[in-house]
């Protein structure tokens, strides 16, 4: 049962039924360690508010009362702000300008609203927690490493937001620098936030075969596996692959990051794996993949979709994006160079590359160098 498009953790239908009916606007995230947990939004771009209480009890109908009355707080309060001009000189003003360049023109629609939806969120924050002054009136002339600083840190607690933080200020400050709004970058000297993380889970071959006892072939879901799996392509271009791709026993296709700025087009032999599977499935007329409805997936979509199957199939810990990096990890061990893996997965840069090929030479080197160790002394 869905509530708002994503799952519900409650296992009764009744239930969940119920839930998505009285509460909407919760959402349901798992993070890669299968760990579920409830929030209340209204909609993209607007703060989550973590819900705690355990469905179905009067406590969750409390604090659900208590999230909708805050975030329709702040959403007319952001409303009666973002009403009046901004302030020339002030970080809105610089944001608003940037929003309106030909260069965040020619991002990708994913990335602009990724970036956009960050910058706001700098520009909602108070300069001081008990200040009612926001970082949207700041002027940019008095804009330090030290305010940026307070930016970051206030995401401390999820390190890739804070990340995410100073990545988005980067390049608005280059913008800016590029023309002749501001004379130095502020956050030149803000470093990130180090962490540890593996990042999404790459697929085990036992992982993989575990999915495909579940989801047999002639299944829309098998059909996904096997375009992720031995094309190696994103998410956002499985959607939009079909048989128009095809030509001559090769896959053949553009792919959609960084298509405004630095199109890459990936040609791929079909694996025979792979045409096996596409024939003895349903496709659609334009993409291999459709909804329910006959119509194709978006990107967003399809990630939710797909993670539902992988659920099915008991594997919680994995994604499509996680199969992109079990491709990278195979094609490297089995003997793929950098430049060849660049050609596969349509990266433009080695350094992507380089770490699936260095990591599978250590692979290769501890191999050997294991069977060194059951030698015997006297063989020496």
């Known amino acids: 049962m869905t509530i708002r498009g994503t799952r519900s953790p409650c296992d009764a239908p009744a239930v969940a039924m119920k839930l998505a009916i009285d509460f909407p606007y919760v959402h349901r995230d798992v993070d890669r360690h299968g760990t579920e947990r409830l929030y209340f939004r209204r909609r993209m771009g607007e703060v989550k508010i973590r819900l705690r209480e355990k469905p179905g009890t009067a406590e969750f109908a409390a604090e659900y009362a208590d999230a909708r009355a805050r975030a329709e707080a702040s959403a007319a309060s952001d409303e009666a702000h973002e009403l009046r001009a901004p302030k020339v000189g002030t970080l809105r003003w610089l944001c608003a300008g940037y929003f309106g360049s030909a260069e965040f023109e020619l991002l990708d629609p994913s990335t602009q609203r990724a970036r956009r939806r ?34 970051r840190d206030r995401k401390a607690n999820l390190p890739e937001a804070a990340i995410g933080r100073i990545k988005a200020l980067r390049r608005l400050f280059s913008w800016a620098i590029d023309h002749d709004l501001i004379a130095t970058d502020p956050s030149r000297d803000v470093k990130r936030l180090t962490h540890a993380s593996a990042g999404h889970h790459s697929w085990t071959m036992e992982e993989v075969e575990q999915y495909e006892a579940r989801h047999p072939v002639g299944s829309k879901a098998r059909l996904a596996l096997a375009l992720l799996l031995y094309t190696g392509a994103r998410r956002s271009d499985i959607v939009l692959l079909g048989r128009q791709h095809v030509k001559a026993g090769w896959i053949k296709f553009v792919a959609q990051k960084n298509q405004k700025r630095r199109p890459v087009t ?24 459709v909804t329910q409805y006959g119509k194709a997936f978006t990107a967003g979509g399809f990630g939710g979709w797909f993670r539902t199957r992988c659920d099915e199939a008991g594997l919680p810990q994995c994604s499509a994006h996680g199969l992109r990096k079990a491709g990278a990890a195979r094609a490297a061990e089995n003997g793929a160079t950098a430049h060849e893996l660049m050609a596969i997965f349509g990266w433009l840069s080695l350094k992507e590359a380089e770490r699936y090929t260095a990591a599978a030479q250590r692979r290769r080197l501890a191999r050997n160098a294991t069977k060194l160790l059951d030698r015997d002394p006297d063989e020496a």
Request: hydrophobic share 50%; proline share 9%.
């Open 266 to 289: 990936v040609e791929l032999p079909m694996p025979p794996a792979l045409a096996t599977i596409i024939e003895a499935s349903m496709t659609g007329a334009l993409t291999f993949l």
């Open 118 to 151: 960050i910058l706001e969120g700098c520009l909602a924050e108070q300069i001081a927690p008990d200040a009612r002054e926001r970082f949207a009136d700041f002027p940019i002339k008095r804009i330090t490493g030290k305010a940026l600083r307070v930016l």
